[in-house]
DNA sequence: CTGTTAGCGCCTTCAG
DNA sequence: CTGAAGGCGCTAACAG
């Protein structure tokens, strides 16, 4: 009968969303009774309800969530993640291993990029408690704990992921990184190096710093001295860590091993050596090992250990955590501490 | 005077949110002046205004951007991104491109993975719509263009990327498969290659479909019958790949030249003949010619050409085709599409 | 089992 | 320049 089409608007009938009430009127009850339906449908007569589905499909009706967020004691099913940058595979694995918890529960991730940037940071943080997040997951730019304190937060339950920060009183997983960095000096210690470069990022982030601790406590518990002009530090992409490496190789005695205190560390420096090795400007490649595993990590074109570990099941922890706060399961427990271990392949 | 705190809560004091009206009762003024100061503070004395922003920074409060978008007339600031996974660095690059795109006009990106599973595809979307997303950006699972009609979607606005789908009437931007995977054909026809291996993902998958496509129409070009053993489709990761390329280079007459449809698949290619290669049961590596680049393919173990382009551009691209449609500059111009050229790189 | 009332946090409209 | 009223879509709580 009649036009039975799009929205109940009049003249260009477009652009108003459907509601309940559009609903309930085509189904000729009450918005309450569509408000059941949509819950379930306790409490509804069989007959009645599979109307009402019925018209709800026809019509390709959605409940409108922020809407029904609004009712007090209803949640808004969305979790806020920050990373500091999604197009590095490290962080889309952690990306990935959170959405998938997290997608398992029913909610959703907004997700924020905050490119290393603490302001920007900042805003995304306000702006997703302003978008009602239940939860947030975080990759911390720098060291400002105040931020993420619960009052800021307003109480919002908070997990970092990958790094941490001094003063902030929050759920953290981290991977092992002083266990892994000085796991791995201690072994090129004892094959006998004792020039071993660290190519390291910012150590205002908590995994250069926790990796650059592991590997001095490695130099000091065999009682050798870190070469500290081959130590670099504040290494921010490949190119820079490239350029390092290439420097490092035109010393009058060059490193005999070397750390890269990550994958896009990594990737350069591989580069540089294998392209020393290439023009023949190096006989023998330094031994390298590497802090995060990449794609290629067994096709490198030079010999390599990698302190591996799993950046989808740091996220995955990350995100049970936070989940263990909102369903109320891990109360009041305090700030507690995940360290993930890593474990070491030689290609 | 008295707490000054947290909430304005009696008991504990907590997990009741802060409202204009706890701003406007702390600031003494109406919940409306507070509304007006957050929304700019136009028409309101520059000495109240002021007073009210110190009171809203003081407390810490944040507008409940969910019950702000319900009112008629307002956005939510939300665009749904529909990836198939963001572990593959190839969609977390898209993925960055379009958050990029996107948080440079206030707006946020809701994620989702399908997982490459239709149903999943179906409810997120159902679900993104709920939430009343502006506009959505989806990396399409299948070929059932119906749940992306514009009924179904209630004209919001979506952008398909990278895959395409047959009847979907929506905007789409893709890399030019058809003529990246002719050219790289084509060459190694030039190159004096016959027994050209094709290692393809699901055809079901427009990427797929148009890649083969173009691989086939080099050789129909040139007069040379594709040789269809050393056809493999429904390559779903490397490690299927791997074993595809493996089998292929026990062939009485192997493939001299392979084509991989995309970086899972090439790694797994590359994986399979630098090992054939190193345990000696090939003596001279096939030819390879990859679709996509990868982190490393300039350091690949075995020569290599690569049919590359930038992933986070795409995304760019796409993100910007949906705002032209949100913004109304591109008001009702009908499907658009959008090839993005691909450059072929030797290495 | 079904409907009515009321109000979540915000802002447009209209008075003052 | 400021405030009061009303309603966006939804659903607890309370009738019937």
């Given at each position: 009968?009649?036009?039975?089409?799009?929205?109940?608007?009049?003249?260009?009938?477009?652009?108003?969303?459907?509601?309940v009430k559009d609903i309930a009127r085509v189904a000729e009850v009450s918005p309450m009774t569509v408000s059941r339906v949509l819950s379930g449908g306790k409490n509804v007569r069989p007959?009645?309800?599979?109307?009402?589905?019925?018209?709800?499909?026809?019509?390709?009706?959605?409940?409108?969530?922020?809407?029904?967020?609004?009712?007090?004691?209803?949640?808004?099913?969305?979790v806020g993640v920050l990373i500091t940058n999604i197009g590095n595979p490290y962080y889309a694995?952690?990306?990935?291993?959170?959405?998938?918890?997290?997608?398992?529960?029913?909610?959703?991730?907004?997700?924020?990029?905050?490119?290393?940037?603490?302001?920007?940071?900042?805003?995304?943080?306000?702006?997703?408690?302003?978008?009602?997040?239940?939860?947030?997951?975080?990759?911390?730019?720098?060291?400002?704990?105040?931020?993420f304190s619960a009052a800021r937060l307003h109480d919002v339950p908070l997990v970092l992921a990958s790094r941490t920060v001094e003063r902030a009183p929050a759920d953290?997983?981290?991977?092992?990184?002083?266990?892994?960095?000085r796991e791995a000096a201690a072994i090129m210690l004892r094959e006998g190096h004792r020039r071993v470069a660290f190519l390291g990022n910012k150590v205002t982030v908590s995994t250069g710093q926790r990796r650059l601790t592991g590997f001095r406590s490695a130099f000091a518990d065999s009682g050798t001295a870190v070469d500290e002009r081959l130590v670099v530090l504040g290494l921010q992409d490949a190119e820079a860590s490239e350029h390092a490496m290439r420097e490092l190789l035109t010393l009058a005695d060059p490193p005999t091993?070397?750390?890269?205190?990550?994958?896009?560390?990594?990737?350069?420096?591989?580069?540089?050596?294998?392209?020393?090795?290439?023009d023949g400007s190096v006989a023998v490649p330094p031994r390298l090992f590497a802090f995060d595993s990449f794609d290629f990590a067994d096709m490198a074109p030079i010999p390599l250990s990698v302190i591996d570990h799993d950046p989808a099941e740091l996220g995955r922890v990350a995100a049970r955590m936070l989940l263990s706060r909102l369903d109320g399961s891990a109360a009041d427990e305090g700030a507690r501490l995940v360290e993930l271990p890593v474990h070491i392949v030689h290609h």
């Open positions: 009968m009649g036009p039975m089409q799009g929205s109940a608007g009049s003249a260009p009938g477009r652009k108003t969303a459907m509601t007959a009645l309800r599979e109307h009402v589905e019925r018209v709800i499909a026809e019509v390709g009706y959605h409940r409108n969530e922020n809407a029904r967020s609004l009712r007090p004691g209803q949640r808004s099913g969305l694995g952690v990306v990935q291993g959170i959405e998938q918890v997290v997608a398992a529960t029913g909610r959703r991730i907004l997700v924020g990029t905050t490119n290393e940037d603490s302001d920007l940071e900042r805003q995304l943080l306000s702006d997703f408690l302003g978008r009602q997040v239940e939860g947030l997951v975080v990759v911390p730019v720098g060291q400002d704990g105040d931020r953290a997983v981290l991977i092992d990184d002083v266990h892994g960095a091993a070397v750390f890269a205190a990550n994958n896009r560390i990594s990737v350069g420096a591989i580069r540089a050596i294998a392209r020393a090795v290439a």
